[in-house]
């Protein structure tokens, strides 16, 4: 640990300063509410960020939590629990593979939400990367993670009054976050160089840790930089195509060449997506220099590399026209010992030779490779059987590992209350056997009940805090807090739809018949609203037309204040909303949606998710833990919409609207108590990041280490 970042704590409670620097706390609620204990609405003032809360309370206030007895006691128990997570040898990984104890893992993604204090992450692949990341640490995988470390990040949204959304970009202050600048063993930071056309730049890192996990972010904000470099890595995604395909240089060729500066070195390397792609071909390149024939370098890389995809289509936002590789790779390739036709067809297929797709490289250059749900698995042997040709369809070598959600990140602490008395004091590390969660049928009806019904109050009271802020401090017009959620009512039957606003995800779908849902929306017995939240990509005008469409109706009286639109949607909004509303809609065009994650936090929180058969949800409906529609896509869009708007308002009018309101004398909904269970007994032992560690770990890592002990 770097002693600049000791922060001034009494040394009795010296421990909270380490706890600070590692986001173990933030999915460890005994270490979290040491933090929470200290002050609350100081806590909550800083965004729940540990590092700015001790440096920025007063001292004396840690001198008196210092002498608390009741505070030490908790004190001394969390860091017991943190100091024994960190050091212990008996992990799942170590005791299930003796053998591989020593080695690691790199595990490259452009995205990893881990925390809201840090802005790394856009939307889903993000959270999936830093979901694993804390699994792995958690089961003892060892990985490394790479990444960027961008100082803006993705933007936060407002929407005007007129319902546009407005992009802005906060800067992060370093000191103020749980980032630790990588040195080298004189105390000089450390730095890499990456040839970028003619000039060469300087790479430096930052380290995050995730307990046990180290999470290396790659920066290019130097002094040493030329000005056009060093705005490199300042935001995710927020260039044209060319600073992209600089972003994506700089992780596959920089993140290969820090982890070798930090002396580092993997037995095996995972791509997180096509992004991280170049990372295969800077291996090839080293393998060479150091004396291989390209061929036998290509087989070693292949041999030890595990390739991701998440986009169910060809082009995917990740391809470049040629010129640009021209550009950036003209005298890189003759370092891997062939020519420009031969790099080129790494990224390019038979049908396609106008641009470089990361897709394919990635595909090409690892002998593992997934897709990440059944559903997305056949997709992507359909849509790449022409790089093999030569094999029936079923035989094309990409399988599927369906995604998960870390638990513990994203089960409500009133939840993880409740396993922890009828599951069991160890339920998150049984998580994945289902008979563990057989005994959710002894938790009383009344008690989930109560716990679910708090967590919606704190989901709107925190809604009403979003809208009362943007009226007291931005002076928005008198309309946009009632748009924001300002009438949302605590007992009306509240249905969540918060995902990224792009066009195959439908989020309009339910207003084709706008009499219907008003009059579904506005029965004054048995009343339905609707929170909306999620970004449009910035370049994406379609996307922010969909947002404005929606906000639209959010500040139409008509719909008498039961449509809302919250803005900003971030991983702090998400974690209330998944536990807080009562029913998880999505409606993706069918085959579009990869897997989806959002409804799996939905069904371990008991918020019963009402479904397009697509992604995970085409492996876990079971007909009694939620709904689903299954429309055809026949190709024309409007009448696919329209069945789509039916089938859902005709499960709404016929079976979700009765079954909530169906209530005995105390006002508990029996019958629905029984689906929520339903819901987290039969997908939370499977769509968890545990189980897919595991299946990762014995499928491809394991695999690949032993066949390269055998081939040595
Ligand atoms: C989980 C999550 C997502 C991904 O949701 P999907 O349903 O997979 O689209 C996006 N953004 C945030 C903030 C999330 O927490």
Redesign the pocket.
């Known amino acids: 640990m770097n002693p600049d970042n000791k922060l001034n704590v009494p040394d009795r409670i010296a421990g909270l300063s380490d706890l600070a620097y590692n986001l173990w706390w933030s999915w460890n609620p005994n270490a979290r509410n040491l933090f929470k204990e200290v002050d609350r609405s100081f806590w909550k003032s800083t965004g729940h960020n540990p590092v700015r809360l001790l440096k920025e309370i007063p001292y004396h206030q840690l001198v008196a939590c210092a002498e608390e007895t009741a505070y030490l006691e908790s004190y001394d128990a969390a860091i017991a629990g943190y100091r024994d997570s960190l050091s212990t040898t008996k992990t799942w990984f170590s005791t299930t593979y003796p053998q591989h104890a020593d080695k690691s893992i790199a595990y490259f993604s452009l995205e990893f939400?881990v925390h809201n204090s840090l802005p790394l992450?856009?939307?889903?692949?993000?959270?999936?990367a830093g979901d694993y990341c804390k699994e792995a640490s958690d089961l003892g995988i060892p990985i490394v993670g790479v990444g960027f470390m961008y100082p803006q990040g993705y933007f936060h949204q407002h929407i005007s009054q007129n319902g546009w959304q407005e992009e802005f970009y906060e800067q992060l202050n370093f000191d103020n976050v749980a980032l630790t600048r990588v040195c080298s063993p004189d105390g000089k930071m450390l730095t890499v160089q990456v040839r970028l056309d003619s000039t060469a730049i300087q790479v430096a890192a930052w380290l995050l840790n995730l307990g046990r996990v180290r999470l290396y972010l790659l920066d290019t904000n130097l002094e040493e930089n030329p000005p056009a470099y060093r705005g490199l890595s300042a935001r995710l995604y927020g260039g044209d195509r060319e600073m992209r395909l600089l972003q994506e240089l700089v992780i596959g060729l920089g993140g290969v060449r820090m982890l070798n500066a930090l002396g580092i070195r993997p037995a095996i390397w995972h791509a997180n997506e096509g992004h991280c792609s170049f990372m295969l071909v800077e291996r090839v390149r080293e393998l060479v220099k150091g004396g291989a024939s390209t061929e036998s370098a290509v087989k070693e890389v292949k041999a030890t590399s595990v390739f991701t995809t998440h986009t169910p289509l060809p082009a995917g936002n990740d391809a470049f026209p040629l010129d640009l590789i021209d550009q950036y790779f003209h005298d890189y390739w003759v370092h891997l010992g062939i020519t420009r036709e031969e790099f080129m067809k790494l990224g390019t297929t038979q049908d396609d030779g106008s641009s470089f797709n990361m897709t394919v490289l990635g595909l090409k250059l690892a002998d593992y490779r997934n897709g990440v749900s059944k559903q997305h698995g056949r997709v992507c042997r359909k849509m790449w059987h022409k790089i093999w040709p030569d094999v029936p369809e079923e035989a094309v070598p990409i399988t599927s590992i369906t995604?998960g959600?870390h638990l513990p990140t994203?089960a409500a602490p009133q939840f993880q209350m409740l396993f922890q008395r009828f599951l069991g004091e160890d339920w998150k590390v049984r998580q994945d056997s289902p008979g563990l969660w057989d005994n959710l049928h002894n938790i009383p009806d009344e008690l989930m009940w109560a716990m679910h019904r708090w967590l919606k109050l704190k989901l709107i009271s925190a809604i009403l805090d979003r809208a009362r802020q943007r009226w007291s401090q931005d002076k928005v017009a008198a309309v946009q807090p009632l748009a924001m959620g300002a009438l949302l009512d605590t007992e009306a039957l509240t249905i969540g739809f918060?995902?990224?606003f792009t066009g195959y995800?439908r989020a309009s779908v339910l207003f084709k018949d706008t009499d219907r849902l008003k009059k579904i929306l506005s029965n004054d017995l048995k009343p339905v609203q609707i929170i909306f939240a999620?970004k449009a990509h910035p370049n994406d005008e379609d996307g922010k037309r969909l947002i404005q469409q929606v906000y639209s109706y959010a500040r139409d009286p008509e719909y008498g204040g039961r449509i809302a639109f919250v803005e900003d949607?971030?991983?702090h909004?998400?974690?209330d909303l998944?536990s807080g509303v009562d029913v998880w809609l999505?409606t993706p065009r069918v085959l579009m949606?990869a897997?989806?994650?959002?409804?799996q936090?939905a069904s371990v929180n008991g918020v019963i998710n009402l479904s397009v058969l697509d992604?995970w949800w085409f492996e876990g409906y079971n007909k009694l833990n939620g709904w689903a529609v299954d429309e055809k896509d026949t190709g024309d869009a409007a009448d696919y919409d329209n069945r789509t708007a039916n089938a859902i308002y005709g499960l709404l009018e016929d079976h979700v609207i009765p079954l909530y309101y169906d209530r005995d004398i105390n006002g508990t909904p029996h019958g629905w108590v029984k689906m929520m269970k339903e819901s987290i007994h039969s997908n939370s032992p499977f769509f968890n990041t545990s189980r897919m560690a595991k299946q990762y770990t014995g499928q491809f890592y394991i695999k690949a280490l032993e066949y390269i002990s055998q081939n040595k």
């Open positions: 939400a992450y856009a939307g889903g692949l993000g959270v999936l995604n959600v994203w918060a995902r990224r995800k999620g949607y971030d991983l909004m998400a974690r998944v999505n949606e897997s989806g994650t959002s409804g936090k992604g």
